[in-house]
């Protein structure tokens, strides 16, 4: 019976993108090289992936990254927010 070969662990690579802003500044933005999905919102677009997502307005400006869950909690307040890394109002 030929024995259990331990596997080396697969490489993991990132892509690494500086995006503009909504302010105007570039902002470099990390993405793991995973399945990544494009969710089209009201007001802004999403790439999520990973756990994170990342929000851009209807122009292809960067507005935050945060976790899945934080986020699309936050879509309404999410298309009004302005500032790079701002933390949402959470209205509710």
């Known amino acids: 019976m030929p024995s259990a070969k331990q596997l080396p662990p697969a490489p993991v690579g990132f892509l690494q993108l500086r995006v503009r802003s909504v302010e105007g500044a570039l902002v470099p933005l990390s993405l793991l090289a995973t399945d990544h999905r494009i969710v089209i919102g009201q007001d802004c677009d999403y790439l999520i992936g990973n756990g994170e997502a990342h929000?851009?307005?209807?122009?292809g400006l960067?507005?935050?990254s945060g976790p899945v869950p934080t986020i699309l909690k936050d879509l309404d307040a999410l298309g009004e927010t302005t500032r790079?890394?701002?933390p949402s109002a959470g209205r509710r």
């Not at 929000?55 to 122009?59: L, V």
């Open 55 to 59: 929000a851009f307005s209807k122009e």
């Open 62 to 64: 960067f507005i935050r």
């Open 84 to 86: 790079v890394e701002q």
